[in-house]
């Protein structure tokens, strides 16, 4: 066996907290960050991401391959698994996730391999694809026609990269709060929470 390094998947570390509307509204910012960091460092799911670059304002093709062995032609197959959570009117859910600066994601084949496809559910769990997310956690491979039973082997490490919180009500996503880089902004965190909060109905409970 022979061990592959793959290119164009990252790990993410998810989580989604249900939090009471009237609570959401008066919470205030370095409390929402500590609950968020709390959840993502105890209780967090790992998913994957397969990774899609920007091509002229829209996504381009899967960036998934082996690394340094352009011979293995290399494919995703999707299907779409959506699931829409039935969120209280009187509630609000929290869906977050990390993602880090670096990325080792292998996997393990035998020596002559010619393709690889991998086989993902896409749940973007009603949000994360409104930022060109593609995530799954349920995923398998076909190599050379045949069904393999391999998984990813992965770690993640370094800086954050991105974090992002996004708001949804019993009527949708209502919005979200980024930060993209390893450096928090806590003036541009508290903003973008004061927005969020506005777009909510019924806001005059809301603690600035």
Do not use: W
């Not at 959401?24 to 960050?33: A, E, G, P, T």
């Not at 829409?84 to 993602?99: A, G, H, P, S, W």
């Not at 979200?176 to 450096?183: A, D, K, L, R, Y």
């Amino acid at each position: 066996m022979i061990k592959r390094k793959v290119k164009g998947i990252k790990e993410l570390m998810f989580y989604q907290h249900e939090i009471d509307k009237e609570e959401f509204l008066k919470i205030k910012s370095d409390q929402l960050r500590e609950l968020v960091d709390s959840k993502l460092h105890d209780e967090s799911t790992l998913i994957f991401n397969a990774e899609r670059p920007v091509v002229d304002g829209g996504m381009g093709s899967f960036e998934f391959c082996i690394e340094g062995d352009k011979k293995i032609n290399t494919s995703i197959n999707c299907d779409e698994d959506i699931s829409n959570k039935v969120i209280d009117k009187n509630k609000v859910q929290l869906t977050f996730f990390e993602r880090l600066e670096n990325h080792n994601i292998s996997i393990e084949t035998h020596d002559k391999v010619k393709t690889i496809v991998l086989n993902v559910n896409i749940d973007t769990l009603g949000c994360l694809d409104t930022l060109g997310n593609k995530t799954f956690y349920d995923y398998s491979f076909t190599i050379d026609g045949e069904k393999n039973n391999i998984s990813f082997e992965s770690e993640s490490y370094g800086s954050v990269d991105e974090k992002v919180i996004f708001v949804i009500s019993s009527e949708g996503l209502i919005g979200s709060i980024n930060q993209f880089g390893p450096f928090l902004d806590k003036d541009e965190f508290e903003l973008q929470l004061i927005n969020v909060k506005k777009t909510i109905p019924n806001n005059k409970n809301m603690i600035i």
